[in-house]
């Protein structure tokens, strides 16, 4: 069982603790992931995403598309009652199971299906709140100039009294 210590970017880092476990849940499990279905993932434009999934044979009614707590999961189930006669069986139609982890603000915006491939759009959607913005510095009540002339008078005024 492979692990990759982490240790040394926790000491300037906040919540990559989901991060850590992602990377050590995929060196172990990658050598066992299933191969069935093929399935590509695109980058469209900055910020807009496309997981196209080969599910030829597979109806809209025997395809699931959830997403719960940051992985999307597709599943497939035929509902094939009729027994078929195949003299070469080269389309697998077996039922399956694909999960996608999903990075934080990404969000399902579609999913079509069309000559076989089960085509999903995904987006990141910043919200305002994450977005870069500028930290007014506060000054206090009194500016800078207004307080040196404040010791300034205060210093004539006691040199004044003292002769």
């Known amino acids: 069982m492979n692990s990759i210590d982490l240790t040394p970017l926790y000491r300037n880092s ?4 989901r991060f850590a476990s992602l990377i050590n849940h995929t060196l172990n499990n ?11 993932i695109e980058e469209l434009e900055e910020n807009r995403y496309a997981i196209t999934i080969a599910v030829a044979g597979f109806t809209e009614q025997e ?10 999961t597709v599943r497939g189930k035929k509902s094939s ?3 078929q006669k195949f003299l070469h069986r080269g389309i697998a139609n077996r039922a399956f199971e694909r ?14 299906l069309a000559n076989g491939l089960l085509a999903i759009q995904l987006k990141r959607e ?6 870069p913005r500028s930290i007014a510095i506060n000054q206090s009540a009194t500016k800078p100039q207004e307080t040196l002339e404040h010791h300034k008078d205060a210093a004539n005024s006691s040199g004044e009294n003292a002769a």
């Open 14 to 17: 906040v919540g990559f603790d």
């Open 30 to 40: 990658d050598a066992a992931a299933p191969s069935y279905p093929p399935y590509n």
């Open 63 to 72: 395809l699931d598309i959830q997403v719960e707590k940051g992985i999307l």
């Open 81 to 83: 009652t009729q027994e």
């Open 99 to 112: 999960k996608f982890n999903l990075a934080d603000h990404i969000e399902i915006t579609g999913a079509d």
């Open 126 to 131: 910043i919200p305002e709140a994450m977005k």
